[in-house]
């Protein structure tokens, strides 16, 4: 199975200010007859079900803002919220699609500083 | 716009099965590249892929659960079903349902999730 590891668990940043979020994997999810890496990120707010953020590593789902953005491969990963709003204080999930069963990391709470 | 929304009982005595129904709507059960998923979530903690049902009725389940899981699909009420049997304290959480992008399983709409407690 394949184990997500998230960095920091936890995570304050200023309103306007740059947030990174680290996802690692214990083996590639960079599929190689694709060139695809098979990991999206997820933002979950209490009480709601996870939102989709972004998929194949790096495609911004529709409608999510630009200030998201995901890159990486292999088996390190990054989340970037380039200007921290109110709105983004939730936790962000990363997952791994390539093999079942399909896993997720920890989760890190991103807040306000 | 593609809604799924989950039902079935809050409370399941410990050994008994916990059984979940999600109803989709807006969209066809039935569309070829979807998988329908149930994930979970333990009280204040991460998500668990359950398992996954193509329209076809093939199904794949996560190991750790795969001795006490049936996913089934009933495409003429457009609903998908979980069973969960021998359930313990440890089975409690939030339900999800999901669907996901077609030809990857990153999961693009998920029900509002349903809380369902094992206890006597």
């Known amino acids: 199975d394949i184990v997500m590891t998230q960095s920091p668990d936890s995570l304050a940043v200023s309103l306007g200010e740059r947030a990174t979020i680290n996802c690692k994997s214990s083996q590639s999810v960079l599929y190689s007859s694709n060139n695809k890496n098979y990991l999206a990120w997820y933002q979950q707010k209490p009480g709601q079900p996870p939102k989709l953020l972004i998929y194949?590593?790096?495609f911004r789902e529709s409608g999510v803002p630009d200030r998201f953005s995901g890159s990486g491969s292999g088996t390190d990963f990054t989340l970037t919220i380039s200007s921290l709003q109110a709105e983004d204080v939730a936790v962000y999930y990363c997952q791994q699609y390539y093999s079942t069963p399909y896993s997720f990391g920890q989760g890190t709470k991103l807040e306000i500083k | 716009q593609v809604q799924l929304l989950e039902s079935g009982p809050g409370l399941v005595k410990p050994s008994q099965t916990l059984s979940l129904t999600c109803t989709v709507s807006?969209?066809?059960?039935?569309?070829?590249?979807?998988?329908w998923s149930w994930i979970r979530q333990h009280p204040g903690k991460g998500l668990e892929w359950i398992g996954y049902i193509y329209y076809s009725g093939s199904t794949h389940y996560n190991p750790s659960l795969k001795s006490r899981v049936t996913i089934s699909l009933d495409t003429s009420k457009s609903q998908f079903s979980l069973k969960l049997n021998s359930v313990t304290a440890a089975d409690t959480a939030v339900y999800y349902c999901?669907?996901?992008?077609?030809?990857?399983?990153?999961?693009?709409?998920w029900g509002q999730g349903t809380m369902v407690t094992v206890s006597s």
């Open positions: 194949w590593a790096s």
């Open positions: 999901a669907r996901d992008i077609p030809y990857s399983s990153a999961f693009d709409i």
């Open positions: 807006g969209g066809s059960i039935s569309s070829e590249g979807h998988y």
